[in-house]
């Protein structure tokens, strides 16, 4: 009874761990990096044409995506194992332990696979600035929690070095 109640609140915990957690700050409208610093950018007044927000997908997965999946099926299987333990006797135990343990890693590695992907994803706006004489550009960028895209007819500043460009406010 004792490891079954040990199994019960250790799930209980890796679902809890399994929520969102909060997501670092992204480069946006008002976050830089720190490499952006005490550099020169390019600025151009613009206004904001159109604003929609959209979701940003990171398309590179990172090797800690790989070690989550792994952690993910071996703590899901062990689970699995000791949960399917409790249930039957003798042969039936040993397929209560075996189905266990692979619907275990299977759980497992959709908690991971839900973690990763919240991890590498979130919530960004797609503004078209018209700057005048120099035509209209469209650039995706982070949006924080908190921050809220500009409306349509906002004065905004483009300011970037090269390919990375941002839209904030005026």
Request: proline share 4%.
């Amino acid at each position: 009874m004792q490891l079954f109640r040990t199994s019960l609140l250790f799930v209980a915990g890796l679902t809890l761990a399994a929520c969102q957690a909060p997501q670092a700050q992204m480069p946006s409208g008002s976050v830089y990096r720190t490499s952006e610093a005490n550099t020169a950018m390019r600025v151009a007044a613009c206004t904001v044409a159109q604003a929609r927000y959209v979701a940003l997908v990171d398309d590179a997965p990172s090797s800690r995506d790989g070690i989550n999946q792994a952690v993910g099926i071996g703590i899901g299987a062990a689970l699995g194992n000791a949960i399917g333990d409790k249930i039957g006797g003798g042969s039936g135990r040993d397929l209560a332990k075996g189905l266990g343990t692979v619907a275990g890693g299977v759980v497992g590695s959709q908690v991971a696979s839900n973690v990763n992907t919240n991890r590498r994803s979130g919530t960004g706006v797609e503004y078209t600035v018209d700057l005048g004489a120099n035509g209209l550009r469209t650039i995706v960028q982070n949006l924080n929690p908190g921050e809220g895209a500009m409306r349509p007819g906002s004065a905004c500043v483009l300011t970037g070095n090269g390919a990375m460009v941002r839209v904030r406010p005026a």
